[in-house]
């Protein structure tokens, strides 16, 4: 599984980069809102860290604008994936953008029937928000094995994305059900790492380390 950060803010992502596991990472105007900085400064500089896809949110309301703000997004870097909004014109943009060679990541999918919808407009990834589905008290994760159910059963080339990821569980689950990507931030990359029986095996290892004989 491929492991995407989930992050506009350029530190997280060395931070995360620096432990080898960052495949590509994705933005939202949430999280560039919160670092503070514009979209193009932003995107260019994170496609200079990491070697692999980089989404940018388009933020239009008809296709015709969408395809208009995509087409702009693409030609920041090669490696650019122009996130489009689940809608019917997200749909439209989505089949007209791919059309033209720009890659795509349907963001703000909440079900199968919509995944389903962007496999058939060719979309490059779709992303099905797993943490804001199980807020509303629904399985997040069982909607990505429904999704990916109805992709390994026609072949769909669209690959399976999982954001909204919240927590170690939401890792754990996309990768046993073989999810292409999972879009992660920091915090939950970080906590990957940590087990208890790892600390308490470090401190002792250190503390008999102490009681071995070194050279004088
Ligand atoms: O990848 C989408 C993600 O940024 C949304 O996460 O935690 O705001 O639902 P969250």
């Known amino acids: 599984m491929k492991f995407f950060i989930d992050s506009a803010d350029v530190k997280e992502i060395r931070a995360a980069h620096a432990m080898g596991c960052v495949d590509g990472v ?11 900085r514009g979209l193009e400064e932003t995107i260019r500089e994170i496609c200079s860290i990491v070697d692999g896809p ?17 087409r702009t997004l693409a030609k920041l870097h090669p490696n650019v994936v122009v996130k489009v909004p689940m809608g019917v014109e997200g749909m439209k943009a ?18 199968p029937n919509q995944a389903l919808l962007c496999a058939k ?15 509303v008290s629904e399985d997040g994760m069982e909607m990505v094995r429904q999704v990916l159910t109805i992709y ?18 939401h890792v754990l689950r996309a990768a046993m059900m073989g999810a292409d990507v999972a879009t992660i931030p920091l ?8 087990h208890p029986l790892t600390d308490a095996g470090i401190k002792k290892f250190l503390a008999d380390w102490e009681k071995v004989p070194k050279p004088k």
């Open 26 to 36: 994705t933005t939202n105007p949430s999280l560039l809102a919160k670092v503070g």
């Open 54 to 70: 980089v989404s940018a949110e388009a933020v239009s309301m008809t296709a015709e604008e969408l395809v208009k703000e995509g």
């Open 94 to 111: 989505t089949k007209a953008l791919t059309a033209e060679g720009i890659k795509t990541n349907v963001t703000l999918v909440f079900s």
């Open 121 to 135: 407009a060719g979309a490059t990834f779709v992303s099905p928000f797993v943490g804001r589905l199980d807020d």
């Open 152 to 169: 390994r059963a026609y072949g769909y080339k669209t690959q399976v994305l999982v954001a909204s990821v919240r927590n170690p569980v």
């Open 187 to 194: 915090s939950v990359i970080q906590q990957l790492a940590q």
